[in-house]
């Protein structure tokens, strides 16, 4: 028996429903644009070369911060810069030389940092602010100093310095990434020497 034209709409109707109800529990895709800069931010990782390490020649790193809207931005960094601003950070977690590191905390850090794990270590993540800097010209307020804080990653960014890094990605709050450019920023040579890479080999 042929099916008239409403039950012919109605049946046409039920069969679109289940059609979309089998679809509701399956993550919707992404647009084109919001999937490829997903992919970026979350699967970049930066490969930073050691100098002076005997174990391996060079680490990886990922952002700490992945998901849209964080306002926060990845600065290459000159290394020694950015510890000479650590240290004068007055709070108590100033770290001791590397040196004075107990033998388990070094290893930790060293098997932690090893790019033959599977797991990618996050990159350090840091503030910046100025204070007068010491002296007449900083007392009248005509030089100001830079002072970093670690929010993260403070064993491993002097681990690295320690290694041979000159310089190397940290993740800053993006209000404050000009000012560490300024006082902190890498060399040209550093855009070169450090590589962006993706899990599919392509080079970023």
């Excluded at 020649?57 to 510890?83: C, I, N, Y």
């Amino acid at each position: 028996m042929l099916l008239s034209q409403s039950t012919r709409s109605v049946s046409a109707l039920l069969t679109r429903w289940r059609t979309a109800a089998s679809f509701s529990s399956l993550p919707l895709p992404l647009s084109n644009s919001s999937s490829a800069d997903a992919r970026a931010c979350v699967e970049t990782v930066w490969i930073v070369p050691l100098d002076r390490h005997s174990w391996y020649d060079h680490v990886r790193l990922k952002r700490v911060f992945v998901a849209d809207g964080t306002r926060h931005q990845v600065v290459l960094v000159d290394a020694r810069k950015l510890l000479a601003c650590a240290d004068r950070d007055n709070t108590d977690y100033v770290l001791k030389p590397i040196a004075e590191w107990h033998a388990g905390k070094v290893r930790g850090i060293r098997e932690f940092l090893d790019p033959d794990n599977p797991r990618v270590p996050q990159m350090p993540y840091v503030t910046i602010s100025t204070r007068r800097a010491p002296g007449l010209l900083g007392w009248l307020g005509l030089q100001r100093e830079g002072v970093v804080s670690f929010r993260n990653g403070q064993h491993r960014a002097r681990y690295l310095a320690e290694a041979g890094a000159r310089w190397f990605p940290v993740e800053v709050h993006e209000r404050e990434s000009a000012l560490l450019r300024e006082l902190c920023g890498a060399a040209d040579d550093a855009r070169t020497a450090i590589r962006c890479v993706t899990p599919g080999g392509g080079g970023v």
